[in-house]
Every structure is written in structure tokens, then in C-alpha cells.
């Protein structure tokens, strides 16, 4: 578990602005895709 | 799944062009993001947690929707200036006006659950009632407000997937992808904004 951590770590200390831009925007889009669209699949039956 | 698709299909779309334009894609800086993780708990809880949606009841779950909703539509407006998010807004508004016009939950008629569910059970769904836990409520056609607005629109019937959804929907996908497809564009506003706030960053379009 450690050694995920420490890359994990050591890839978001590398991370330039933009990619943080980029990471905030995926989030917030995908996000905001999945709290204003109402689309109704069919997968829904039964929950 | 259609307005995820929007969300993958703009940033391949984006990143391509600009790599073939030579530039480096370029992200715009987002105001107040973190209002977007705010929207979206009552959302979240009062339909995607299996054990809170099961036993939210509806008046809770269309006040977690429409005041969701509002807090999604400041965001969008935040933003307005970035490209793309005035679709967003537009969308959701459209969106949000016939979920309150119809008493706080997407409204949907009993023809075209059929059309997108043939084989689920006739139990599974009443009309006057909350479809399947979801955000959806089935009315009938004479029954709804502004029942163009409504998710009355579906996939052609040879498509995998079925979905029904809404005009908003289509402005809400279209405006993710044009967001992430003007990222390759060196003229956008997203560029300028950008070059505003980053000024001499050594990190700036890595």
C-alpha cells in the first residue's frame, strides 16, 4: 500500500497548473454533467 | 452515459486538435469548483446511494433536485465567460424550469416508458409516480408543463443503449464538448484567461 502512496504522492506534487486545471475540470464537468441532465436509461428497473 | 460520452468524445476531440494545430491544449481556470461537489451530495444521496434513494421519499428527492440544480446553475453562471458553459447554463435551465414547473421532478410520459422499457414489469413504474427511484416522475402528456422540455426524446431503436432524455440534455452535452473542444483553439477565451492568470508559470501548458 505504501509504495501506491508515495507515487501517488509524488505524481500530484509534479503536477503542473494546467493539468490541475485540466483535473478540475474533468471533476467539475462530469459532475455537472451527472447533477443538471436528467436522462432516463433503461437500466433503471428494480433500482 | 450520453452526457458522459459528450465528456470523453470533446477531449479526445480537443487534445487532437490541438496537437494537429501544434499547440499545447490549454485548460481554462474554473471559478468556485468546489460548487459543483456541493450540488451534487443532495444528488447524490437522494439518487445515486442505494440505501438513501431507496428511502428518500419524494418531496425530499425533488427539493434535492431542484435546489441542486440552482446551486449547478450559479456555477454556470460564475463561468459564463469561459466557452462552452453559457450552453451549460442554457440547458440546465431548460431543464430546471419543466422540473419545476412539474412539481420538482423530470417529467417523462407513460409512452415513452414504454418505448424505452418494453420488457420491464407493469409494476415497476404508476403514472403520477417517482420512475424507478430516479429523477424522473411519469405524467401524462396532457398533464405536463412545457411538455417539449421533458425527457420525451430517444436513441434510435437499433442504438445499444436506451435513454430517454431531454432538449436540455442535448445543450448540456453539446456545451461539455464545445468546453473541451476549445481547448485546441488558440483564439478562445479559454486561452486568454488562462495566459491571464498563469502569467510567467515555468509549468504553463505542460
Known amino acids: ?47 | 452515459m450520453i452526457l458522459m460520452s459528450a465528456l470523453l468524445l470533446g477531449l479526445l476531440a480537443g487534445s487532437c486538435r490541438a496537437k494537429v494545430r501544434g499547440y499545447h491544449p490549454i485548460y481554462p481556470d474554473l471559478s468556485w469548483p468546489w460548487l459543483v461537489g456541493i450540488a451534487f451530495i443532495p444528488q447524490f444521496l437522494a439518487f445515486h446511494l442505494e440505501p438513501s434513494r431507496e428511502i428518500c421519499p419524494d418531496w425530499l428527492a425533488s427539493g434535492a433536485l431542484v435546489g441542486s440544480q440552482i446551486i449547478l446553475l450559479v456555477f454556470a453562471w460564475v463561468n459564463r465567460k469561459i466557452t462552452g458553459f453559457h450552453l451549460l447554463g442554457a440547458g440546465l435551465s431548460l431543464n430546471l424550469l419543466v422540473i419545476a414547473l412539474n412539481g420538482g421532478l423530470m417529467p417523462i410520459s407513460p409512452e415513452t416508458v414504454m418505448k424505452l422499457a418494453p420488457g420491464a414489469p407493469a409494476h415497476s413504474w404508476q403514472t403520477g409516480q417517482r420512475l424507478w427511484a430516479g429523477k424522473d416522475i411519469v405524467l401524462p402528456v396532457v398533464n405536463t408543463h412545457f411538455w417539449v422540455l421533458s425527457d420525451h426524446l430517444l436513441l434510435p431503436s437499433w442504438f445499444p443503449y436506451h435513454v430517454a432524455f431531454s432538449i436540455g440534455d442535448i445543450l448540456i452535452a453539446l456545451g461539455a464538448f464545445w468546453a473541451l473542444w476549445m481547448v485546441g483553439n488558440p483564439a478562445s477565451s479559454n486561452l486568454k484567461m488562462a495566459r491571464q492568470t498563469v502569467g510567467n508559470n515555468p509549468g504553463y501548458g505542460d
Not at chain 1, 18 to 36: K, Y
Open chain 1, 1 to 47: 500500500m505504501t509504495p501506491i502512496i508515495n507515487r501517488l504522492s509524488s505524481t500530484l506534487v509534479s503536477l503542473t497548473p494546467n493539468q490541475i486545471r485540466l483535473i478540475l475540470l474533468l471533476i467539475s464537468l462530469a459532475l455537472f454533467l451527472l447533477g443538471a441532465g436528467a436522462p432516463e436509461s433503461s437500466g433503471n428497473p428494480g433500482g
